[in-house]
């Protein structure tokens, strides 16, 4: 078995619950990392003893640096709301959690990162949103991790555990009218795309995977 390690973020989110799913039936990958605040059950199949779940405290991350250490590629799918955590507090888990996550994967030689933003990131919104992720993203860029991809995916699919306001009636509605997910996507797509990146030959620099890329990308492995 491959001793290719992957460290993953915001594994308990609806995205990062799937590419953990992912991360363990890919052979490739001889042990899956997920780091946060608390140890989760996990599954007892196949290939689920390859996990390790490590506990940090992300108002404190800097004294977790040896919890990063032997990623050859890291996913990080961090992310919260506004109606959630407040603004603030929106912008501590989708910027400074992910850019001092970032910086500590650097520090540890990490040189193949996966950020999971959203479509229409933009630093120079106005609207908290796609702002806070657009800063993000040119932050992590500045980080210069040999290989960094970043992923903005329209709006996601899933069957969330915890509602948003508006937003369930928005994926009823794209879940009867988007099946070709020309504006919208399923968590375990944008999954399929992350994981299925990470496997290919590394191309150093940045890149962008738009919406349109990530439908592709997993069509084609189909």
Request: aromatic share 8%; charged share 25%.
């Amino acid at each position: 078995m491959s001793s290719k390690t992957a460290l993953l973020l915001g594994g308990t989110g609806e995205t990062g619950k799937e590419v953990l799913k992912l991360l363990v039936s890919t052979p490739v990958y001889g042990k899956v990392v997920c780091l946060g605040r608390r140890v989760v059950d996990l599954p007892k199949g196949e290939g689920w003893d390859r996990v390790e779940q490590k506990l940090v405290d992300y108002d404190n991350l800097s004294q977790y640096g040896d919890s990063f250490t032997g990623a050859d590629s890291a996913f990080c799918c961090l992310g919260t709301t506004r109606g959630k955590a407040g603004k603030e507090g929106f912008i501590k888990v989708d910027h400074d959690y992910v850019l001092e996550a970032a910086k500590l994967l650097k520090a540890a030689n990490c040189p193949d990162f996966h950020l999971l933003t959203s479509k229409g990131s933009n630093m120079d919104s106005w609207f908290l949103y796609p702002g806070t992720k657009g800063k993000v993203e040119e932050a992590v860029k500045q980080v210069e991790f040999p290989r960094l991809t970043i992923y903005r995916p329209g709006l996601l699919k899933c069957d969330r555990q915890e509602g948003r306001t508006g937003e369930g009636l928005i994926r009823w509605i794209a879940e009867m009218t988007d099946k070709a997910n020309s504006w919208s996507i399923p968590t375990s797509m944008v999954a399929q795309a992350m994981v299925a990146t990470s496997l290919t030959p590394p191309i150093p620099g940045v890149e962008v995977m738009e919406h349109s890329s990530l439908v592709k990308v997993v069509n084609e492995a189909l």
